[in-house]
């Protein structure tokens, strides 16, 4: 595994992505030394996979998911592709200037209602979510416990999870962030049963996007 928790605090993290909400372009969830237009052919790449993603949710559904939580919605980049493939999304962010950029970009969006919240504290909802998605989030959690913690509030939360991380990088990472194969997230997740993979690629780093069900979506 690559970085780690070791002198990183909470506040840290914190501080640390107000200091990113201030990029400008997609630099806030992109690495800031990229180029703009590999940060953009990024983005494309991915709505492209979590779109097909949700879509196999719906094929398995029987309809299109009727509320999907996204973890971590950042600046709301991948928000609008969400909203194209789910009838209500819930966007969550731990981060309160990455929330006011995500809600001006998604202000045309009439469906998404976006809420401050970290993700090892998530209250279980009232009625499971059809269909979560989780982009380049997980990797920032440092401390093992507090992945351990977020992994299982995300199984009792929703019947479909599209999980996407690196699970490689051409550049290596910094404190910020810690590599881990999908086998290592599967561990964590109650239940988890992949039922779709793909890779995603660029620059020379390796993420996976695994599609997983949890016990009561496979009945």
């Known amino acids: 595994m690559t970085g780690g928790p070791d002198t990183v605090t909470d506040e840290d993290v914190a501080v640390e992505w107000v200091r990113r909400a201030s990029r400008p372009g997609l630099r806030p969830v992109m690495r800031a030394s990229q180029p703009d237009s590999l940060d953009a052919g990024v983005t494309e790449l991915t709505r492209t996979v979590v779109g097909t993603q949700l879509g ?82 997980l990797m920032h959690v440092l401390d093992e416990d507090q992945l351990a913690e977020s992994c299982r509030r995300v199984a009792a939360s929703t019947r479909y999870l599209t999980l996407v991380e690196y699970d490689h990088a051409h550049i290596p990472v910094s404190r910020w962030s810690r590599l881990r194969p999908l086998e290592h997230y599967l561990r964590l997740l109650p239940g988890a049963e992949v039922v779709d993979e793909r890779t995603v690629e660029y620059g020379g780093d390796h993420s996976f996007a695994a599609l997983i069900a949890f016990p009561e979506a496979t009945r």
Do not use: K, N, Y
Request: include cysteine; glycine fraction near 6%; proline fraction near 7%.
């Open 56 to 137: 196999l949710v719906a094929d398995r559904l029987g309809h299109r998911p009727r509320r999907t939580l996204e973890i971590g919605c950042g600046i709301g980049r991948l928000t609008p592709t969400l909203a194209q493939h789910s009838d209500r999304v819930h966007a969550i962010d731990m981060t309160p200037a990455m929330l006011d950029r995500a809600r001006t970009a998604c202000r045309h969006l009439s469906t998404v209602d976006f809420a401050q919240a970290r993700l090892d504290r998530l209250p279980p909802p009232g009625e499971r979510f059809d269909a979560a998605v989780c982009v380049w989030v």
